[in-house]
């Protein structure tokens, strides 16, 4: 453990704590910049009302388009000379958002970073190979810095190049890889497509830090056994922080939220209750300490549910479960939550691979029925009837048991998904046409 | 040498069977003989036809699902009973039949039925053993 101490606090010592540092950054948000002064007084909030954690129902949100609206610099609580490092995000789908730094946010992002190699197991020995592209993005500088503080080695090759990746995990003995999950399966086809000499066995890698994007079970394995090294799930957002909020650990079951910097909530992304703990929805942050850029319960959109579970690795942080969709793309139907990406797990789990799928979900009198159109690839095709029968029922089975609701599973040929610009459309609710 | 099926994934939708018999018309390959099997959704096309690999591979060029199978074609006189003394025989070998069809035409008088067993090897030594004649490939496409 980086810092034990912090990591494993009691509960209440670390509830006091996340209070007094609360009450501190409302107030530093509220005193600092003027979108969070009118967004408290609108809703009648005042950081002298905050008594305890319980009043945090009553902070308003923070949403990704206010980010989007305050371009470039508008959420920032402290003067540019105390800022001394800006990242954006890409801006693909709007605005770009833009997150400062102050050296003090500098050095607990550092902390997190060091704190998150030593939960999957690295320390002062490692060499770590950061593929995370190096620039704006969060991701390649924030790990860099974590990387100097732990004492390790740092590799910083960025992004890309898979013939120099593979000749420094080689030649440098890298021992943990740090990239994006689907960045590290491409490395693996890589090798097997043009260098079948290239044994990962052979090499001093063991571990691997994967994140900036949501990723399955199923390719955790199809890492671990193709490159023989543990890969461990990292999570973060620039809006928070960027990657640091929350990792894995050895029981590689869920992630610990560094939760003496980061407050999180999980809500009903429908009604913004906040749901008890364990239930699924929607997590909310809020920083604690950053003094740059402090978010206030910031909506990630991010679908997860938080836990204790009595750890093994010995941290009391609260575990967040691997992300598995965006409140974006939930769906309601029969009263039960339902996220694209759950119905994709039991897809990928039933066959190994990818089917092409498409969710119709419409209604006849009251009830919604969802149908799920599977194409069937040679795979999966066989020429007996009963063997593509037993498929469409054990998908039918495995959606009823994680799901709790019964879909009609239909088989179609190829191509009779529709595409857009070479992605499927994976959701089709007709009940908004009705 | 076994006979080669080629069994296609096909929705039950009006036109489906005609685009995919239009490919194989393009490459001028001759349906031996065509059988379906359907459930309310979809169905399998199964036949036998000339040039099996190169019609599997047009298929699957215009995003056609399909697979190429080893069938059993044996002759049984054309005879009330026959069938049902060869069934017999597969019962004492304890050979559970997939699927069977029967095949257009009579070869020497006659009549073709194919088979898919789950072990084609096993069951074509059954057979043979038994005195029944198994149909080559070629006698059935015809080259």
Known sequence: MFNKESETLQHSKLKEMQYERMKWSLRHAYENVPFYKKSFDDTGFHPDQFRSLDDMQRVPFLMKQDMRANYPFGLFAVPMEKVVRLHSSSGTTGNATVVGYTKNDLDVWGEVIARTIACAGGGPKDIIQVAYGYGLFTGGLGVHYGVEKIGATVVPVSGGNTERQLMLIKD?????????????????????????DFDFRKTKLRSGIFGAEPWTEQMRREIESRMGIDAYDIYGLSEVIGPGVSCECSEKSGLHVFEDHFYVEVIDPETGEILPEGEMGEIVYTSLTKEA????????????????????????????????????????????????????AVLMENENTEPHYQIII??????????????????????EIKVLNQLSNRIRQRIQSVLGISAKITLVEPRTIARSEGKAVRVIDKRKLK | MNVTQLSLFLENKPGRLQSALKVLSEKNINIRTLTIAEVTD?????????????????????????????VLAIEIDDVPGALSRALETFNKHHLNIEYMYAFTEKIDDKAVMIFRFDDIETAKKALIDEGYHIVKKTEIIGE
């Not at chain 1, 021992?175 to 960045?183: G, K, V």
């Open chain 1, 293 to 344: 850029c402090p978010v206030i319960r910031y909506r990630s959109r991010d679908i997860t549910r938080l836990y204790h579970d009595g750890c093994k690795c010995g941290r009391s942080f609260i575990k967040m479960e691997k992300v598995t969709g965006r409140s974006d793309d939930m769906l309601i139907i029969r009263g039960v939550n339902v996220f694209p990406s759950q119905i994709e």
């Open chain 2, 42 to 70: 979809f169905g399998i096309v199964r036949m036998i036809v000339t040039r099996s690999d190169e019609a599997a591979r047009a298929l699957k060029e215009n995003h056609f699902t399909c697979s190429v199978t080893e």
């Open chain 1, 172 to 196: 440098f003995g890298t021992t943990m890889l740090a990239c994006t999950p689907s960045y590290a399966i491409n490395m693996t086809d890589y090798v097997e497509k043009n260098k079948p």
């Open chain 1, 362 to 383: 419409d209604r006849t009198g009251a009830l919604d029925d969802i149908e799920i159109m599977v194409e069937v690839n040679e795979r999966i095709f066989s020429d």
